[in-house]
């Protein structure tokens, strides 16, 4: 890519949150320049750590940085950075909060203060993402201009088998690929 395009990776506390690091190494791959955002939520289970190690670039979790003796806001330089936001995987909680503009954690702000493309990968069980909460928020996004990606029929953390397994790598990054273009 001459002029490769920011990525912004949301990962959100969901066990498919394992999945986000083959993503961002693929999109890496791809010649994408990654951002990661995690929340809270998330680093139960994958850490900072070894999203950072993948991207190459600290991990971004907190809404004000102390560096330097300086504040950074980074909701707004990433915000205005990013070509695109993938939140990848996101969870029912997530989309609730985006779905009415609840900006309660730096992702969300992100969200809210970003002209970027919002692409978003769910990952929940198939009860919860059935929901008619869950749906209508879907659907208030998509009238916003959001773009889902999945989520598919597959075995569930919880034992299951059913819809609300996050989609394939391959679909999300091709997803990406083409909200670049």
Not at 51 to 61: D, F, I, M, P, T
Not at 97 to 124: E, F, Q, R, S
């Amino acid at each position: 890519m001459v002029n490769p395009k920011r990525i912004v990776l949301g990962v959100t506390g969901s066990i498919a949150a394992y999945k986000s690091a083959d993503i961002l190494r693929r999109l890496l791959e791809k010649g994408f320049k990654v951002s990661v955002v995690m929340t809270k939520e998330a680093e139960h289970f994958i850490t900072p750590t070894t999203l950072s190690a993948l991207a190459g670039e600290k991990v971004y979790r907190e809404m004000f940085e102390h560096n330097d003796d300086s504040w950074q806001m980074p909701h707004i330089r990433l915000a205005e950075e990013a070509d695109i936001l993938l939140v990848a995987p996101a969870t029912a909680a997530i989309i609730g909060k985006l779905a009415y503009g609840i900006a309660d954690n730096l992702l969300t702000c992100i969200a809210l203060a970003t002209k970027a493309k919002l692409l978003i990968a769910p990952a929940m069980n198939t009860e919860m993402y059935q929901n008619k909460i869950v749906q209508e928020n879907c659907a208030r996004l998509k009238m916003f201009g959001a773009h889902f990606i999945g989520p598919v029929k597959g075995k569930l953390a919880c034992g299951t088998t059913g819809e609300g397994h996050i989609a394939d790598v391959d679909t999300i990054v091709d997803a990406v690929v083409r909200g670049v273009k």
